[in-house]
T-cell receptor, first 112, second 116 residues
Framework: GNSVTQMEGPVTLSEEAFLTINCTYT??????LFWYVQYPGEGLQLLLK?????DKGSNKGFEATYRKETTSFHLEKGSVQVSDSAVYFC???????????FGTGTRLQVFP | NAGVTQTPKFRILKIGQSMTLQCTQD?????MYWYRQDPGMGLKLIYY???????DKGEVPNGYNVSRSTTEDFPLRLELAAPSQTSVYFC???????????????FGEGSRLTVL
């Protein structure tokens, strides 16, 4: 079945460090891929998405590229800020339905 | 801009009690979803709806019921609450993840339920 695997957290970084959060997927067909972010005490909100192979999604300095050959959608940011501290979820859209399948989430903690 | 509104935000139940989590959205979305979030387990889909009068089971529907009498509202009913239902519940809505402009899900702020 379709699934998403994320790296375990927490990821702890100093401000201005480079961030990578790994995400790989298993899917039949051609899903869209998403990163959602959950700030403390809030619901999830869309961070970025990519709908086909080699697409790059970007927002707020974060980027992720849809890699079909490695079935990956890793999240990167060149210089993190304390305000980026949150839980990040990778997700894919089931190609046959309107459901999203989420990974387990990765907590990012950024210290000054 | 209310978006997706969930109530209550917090609730403590005794084993065997019943309750309804309310969810309403003002974006005229056809698709609505209920997820539960357990620590370290990500989000699991409980039920979803593709339009008024239509509902379907997700991954973990046991112990829950839903209805969708209007486009705006999608309540989640817990019958005979059990400790295993202690979780944070999120309602979400969408115009459809496969549809443009971007298939985004809009989430409520969550309802934290504890069953003792």
């Amino acid at each position: 079945g379709n699934s998403v695997t994320q790296m375990e957290g927490p990821v702890t970084l100093s401000e201005e460090a480079f961030l990578t959060i790994n995400c790989t997927y298993t899917a039949t067909g051609y899903p869209s891929l998403f990163w959602y972010v959950q700030y403390p005490g809030e619901g999830l909100q869309l961070l970025l998405k990519a709908t086909k192979a080699d697409d790059k999604g970007s927002n707020k300095g974060f980027e992720a590229t849809y890699r079909k050959e490695t079935t990956s959608f890793h999240l990167e940011k060149g210089s993190v800020q304390v305000s980026d501290s949150a839980v990040y979820f990778c997700a894919l859209s089931d190609p046959d339905t309107d459901k999203l399948i989420f990974g387990t989430g990765t907590r990012l903690q950024v210290f000054p | 801009n209310a978006g997706v509104t969930q109530t209550p935000k917090f609730r403590i139940l005794k084993i065997g009690q019943s309750m309804t989590l309310q969810c309403t959205q003002d974006m005229n979305h056809n698709y609505m979803y209920w997820y539960r979030q357990d620590p370290g387990m990500g989000l699991k889909l409980i039920y979803y709806s593709v339009g008024a009068g239509i509902t379907d089971k997700g991954e973990v529907p046991n112990g829950y019921n839903v209805s969708r009498s209007t486009t705006e509202d999608f309540p989640l009913r817990l019958e005979l609450a059990a400790p295993s239902q202690t979780s944070v519940y999120f309602c979400a809505s969408s115009s459809g993840v496969r549809r443009e402009p971007n298939g985004e899900l809009f989430f409520g702020e969550g309802s934290r339920l504890t069953v003792l």
